[in-house]
């Protein structure tokens, strides 16, 4: 078993010699528009299917191997994977779950970084689409780490239009003040508060 749930995302090989390809829409949020550009460009890979997963990923059926680059590349270019490609540098090891109903469907409670959608005030005080942010929760699935829901900061919201900038700066924050080993759920129980928002 892997040591966290990774969703299938990535490269893996299927069975019958073809490849599926995960990808992630940003925050789980994808518009028609985008969905048939990723028609168009699955299909001119040779490919005719598409999933979803329970974690708003978009996993890429039945590319044979020498496509798959081509694929990753047009796929990247429509903007799928913006925070992969952001923290490309750094080594972490960060989950995050967006969900859009308050039935928590995409278990936002046991995330590193769980997202619910809900209206938040935007810089000029109007409400826009924005999330509610729940850090460090866990199925404690590393050796050592107890199961948790994490911690919910009174008033951790941030805007859609904010969220990359968000993420991006709470996993630096955590690559520059982790010890050895130091899960990022681990990090979110003893961090000062001010540096997770």
Known sequence: LPERPYDHIGVHRQQDGNCYVGVAPLAGRVSGSMLGRVADIVEAHGSTRVRTTPYQK???LDVAPDRV???VTALRDIGLEDLEKRLADLDVNISINVNGCPNACARTQVADIGLKGQLVP???GELVEGFQVH????LAMAAGEQA???????????????LVEY???LARRYAADRTEGESF????TRA???ELR
């Open 58 to 60: 978009l996993v890429v």
């Open 69 to 71: 680059e081509s694929l």
């Open 122 to 124: 935007g810089p000029d």
């Open 135 to 138: 850090l460090g929760g866990g």
């Open 148 to 162: 948790s829901l994490g911690r919910k900061l009174r008033g951790l919201k941030t805007t859609a239009d904010e």
């Open 167 to 169: 993420v991006e700066r």
């Open 185 to 188: 759920a681990q990090w979110v």
């Open 192 to 194: 000062d508060e001010e």
